[in-house]
Every structure is written in C-alpha cells, then in structure tokens.
C-alpha cells in the first residue's frame, strides 16, 4: 500500500497524496465547488477531477515538477518560466464566467484590510514601523482601477507544474474567479524577480512592472499574520519579510 504523504494540513484544509492521487479536504465547501468548477471551464492544462464527494475532492496528479518553491532558487529553464506567462495568458483571455466570484476584491476591500494588517504588524512587533510604511507606500501602486479577468487568484510556483520547457498542470483553483491579471503573474513570480522578464516575454502584451512589485509588498504584507497563524514562517529565507525587505 502506498504511503499516506500531507502536502499542506492547517485549521481551514488539508491535502493529502496517496500514490497518484490527491485527496483535498477542506472546510468550506464553497472553495471545492469553485475548483471542480474552475477546472472544468479553462483552457489549460489541469488535474484530472477523479471523484468528488462532499467535503473531498480526489484528483490525479499531474505530471512534470512544480515550477519552484519560494525561498528556493528554481530548477526550471528560462524557456519553461516564458512556457508559463503564455499560458497564464491564455487563461486571463478565457471569458469571464458568470458563477464565479471567488478572486476578485475590490480596492476599498484591500485598503481597508491592508490598514489593519500593517497596524498589526508594527503595534505587535513584527516588523519595524519604516519596512512596513515603505512597503505600505509602495503597495499603492497597485491599488488602482483594473479590468477584471479571469484568474487563478493563489498562482504560486507551487501550483504550476512543468513537465521540461512545457506547462503540464496547474492545481489549487479554489480561489479563481475574476481579479487583478497582474495580480496573478506577482503571485508566480514573488521571491523569484529574476525570472519576471522571461514570464512578461511569454505573456505577450505591455505589463506595468510597477504595479506587480506592488502587488509583491501588498501581498506579503496581508500574509504574514495569516501564515504565522497556520504554521507557516514568513521570516524564512527568500520568502514573504525578505521580499518585503528587497524593496527597501
């Protein structure tokens, strides 16, 4: 029999792997519905849906190695990281579907949540009050209007796989819905800055470079606490603090 390996277990999830497959177990159902849902309307490789039975989701893995691990220099080759930003394109032109609204947040949502999160971060310690206002000032960038597009809403490296120079999956689509599209390449791309000019070569149209920095402190500084809560160490090398810190 094969072995029972966790791939992530915190209060809200957690995904198991026996073999092949992938068994997700998670608290709110809603995210599940979203994913099966997701993955059956877009245009990219995804895992096939085995079985899906309330509150599990059983789906076979994909092949190929995911694109990296943040806080860790990534194996794949330039070609892959550019193979990646195409078909990270090719999603963002999917119409947009009409029951699924899981991604977006509007910018008074994330002004207001920002505020309280960097409020946090300084009253307890965490962070000194100067990384925190400079990366506040810097995340302003981008909170400005945008055309929602279809997104993948948690892109990281993680969740795409490749298989060679090719994407073969990519996985976790509980949080898809309509967002920011440059909210999803500084998602694949936070901690790994070197590899952004070779995703924008892939992805084929002008993208403000600006506005994805932005979005790297703006989403680092809305996860710490998060992450700290549910075992998770933001402090550690490469990962959420030291990408707040390269922006100093």
Request: glycine share 8%.
């Amino acid at each position: 029999m094969d072995e029972v390996e966790v791939v992530v277990a915190h209060s809200e999830r957690a995904t198991l792997r026996v073999g092949d497959v992938f068994l997700k177990v998670d608290a709110d159902q809603a995210r599940i519905d979203i994913e099966v849902e997701a993955m059956a309307l877009v245009p990219v490789p995804t895992p096939e849906v085995l079985w899906h039975k309330p509150p599990v989701l059983a789906i076979a893995a994909v092949p190929g190695t995911a694109l990296g691990r943040l806080g860790e220099p990534s194996t794949a080759s330039p070609a892959a990281w550019t193979s990646v930003g195409a078909v990270v394109r090719k999603l963002h032109d999917t119409p947009l579907p009409p029951g699924l609204d899981r991604a977006g947040r509007g910018r008074d949502d994330l002004v207001t949540e920002l505020d309280v999160e960097c409020e946090w971060l300084v009253t307890n310690g965490v962070l000194p009050a100067d990384l925190v206002t400079r990366n506040r000032e810097v995340a302003e960038a981008a909170l400005r209007p945008w055309t929602p597009a279809f997104t993948h809403g948690d892109l990281q490296i993680v969740h795409v796989f490749v298989d060679g120079n090719e994407v073969s999956g990519i996985i976790d689509w509980s949080e898809a819905g309509p967002g920011d599209p440059l909210y999803d390449l500084a998602t694949l791309t936070l901690g790994h800055e070197e590899h952004l000019d070779d995703v924008v070569a892939g992805y084929g149209t002008d993208v403000d470079l600006d506005v994805i920095r932005a979005w790297w402190s703006l989403r680092s500084l809305l996860a710490i606490r998060w992450l700290s809560e549910h075992g998770f160490d933001p402090t550690a090398p490469g990962c959420e603090v030291d990408v707040l810190k390269s922006r100093m």
